[in-house]
């Protein structure tokens, strides 16, 4: 095994650098334990070397794909190995495609060269004026997140970052004094007047106001991947903002985040979750998952006039069994229920799944979420005054209208 001053060590940085800039959670501790197996398996089979850095940056199913193919560009020399002290960083050349296969090559191929192409745009970015920033800024709120590059993607978090959610008040069960109150409070009102050796004062209180708990449950099933983890950034962003945030993650089991995303450092909190969670990218329960929630954490969370925020795609592998009567008893539960769905990007979108049609008559809202826009829009939702609780089909039918 080579010396800590050998080129290898400075590459197996430069790779996990280039894994964690394609998506992983790659953290300095994985870069430790990465060169720690190295040194004890070797580097004389090129297999070995391959499962050895599998073993240690990957822990999910989704992560497997992205990790093969950084391993074989950035190690395609099929000699490397043996001449591993005298390496020298690949140069990156991939084919385009026109899959979903090719957009990830182009996220890996930006993480690996993310100056590739400075020089020939540089001229050009010295001749943009500030008119072209605005512009700029519109396309990215009106991107779909599937489509975004890492550079955009980067980007697009940190405009999450600074998003905000002023929901508004809702009066509480406990009383606060108020001068000008609409009820009597006649305990203040006699210690008053002990104070004050028989002077009376009538004192008075109204209802105490504050924003009402906020419960998210986001889908992480495979076709619900890129969308839960761009809205987990603006969950942490809310979290971190004000309090009586609860946030639940679900696929085939319901996983509550929340203590995770008080860090914060939202790359380790991020990092917490992933490290937590253990249904990444796979299936989806939706019935099963809101049946724990309503069971397990409902009477506690929901008491006190919850909005709650369900994320998912509605495609269920049960195929809508008990999902009816789960989110009837979750809509009963809580303040406001809003379905937000990313599928509703599509024009001709219409709920034809058996799952679908379960949740629908149980919904107060039903929403996109894809894009920043789409975000921004949610936050004036939850910022306006709430309406009469209306139905699923109302809520379908203002999209209708809205499309009209």
Known sequence: MPDAGGSLLANLMHFARALRAAGLPVGPGKVIDAVAAVRTIGITDRRDFYWTLHAVFVNRPDQRLIFDQAFHVFWRNPDLLKKMMGLVLPELRIESEEDHGAAMARRLAEALHPNQGENETEEAETELDAAMTFSDREQLRGMDFEKMSLEELA??????????????????????????GARADLRATLRAALRSGGLIELKRRNPRRRPPPLVVLCDISGSMSR??????????????????????????????????????DVDLALERVAEAVVDW???TRIGHCLGDFNRLWSRRLLGQGAIVLLITDGLDRDAGAGLAHEMDRLHRSCRRLIWLNPLL?????????LGMKAMMPHVDEFRPVHNLESL????????????????????????EERAA
């Open 376 to 399: 921004e829009t949610l936050i004036e939702v939850l910022s306006a005054p709430i309406a009469r609780r209306g139905t699923a089909a109302s809520a379908w039918q203002q999209k």
């Open 281 to 283: 990218s796979g299936g």
């Open 155 to 180: 980007r697009a978090k940190a405009a999450i970052q600074r998003l905000r959610l002023p929901v508004q008040d809702v009066p509480t069960r406990r009383f606060a004094p108020d001068r000008h």
């Open 227 to 264: 969308y839960s983890r761009i809205f987990l950034h603006f969950m942490h962003s809310v979290t971190n903002d004000r309090d009586r945030v609860h946030t639940f993650v679900f696929g085939t089991r319901l996983t509550n985040i929340t203590r995770y995303l008080r860090h914060r």
């Open 345 to 353: 990007r599509y024009e001709g979108f219409e709920p034809r799944s």
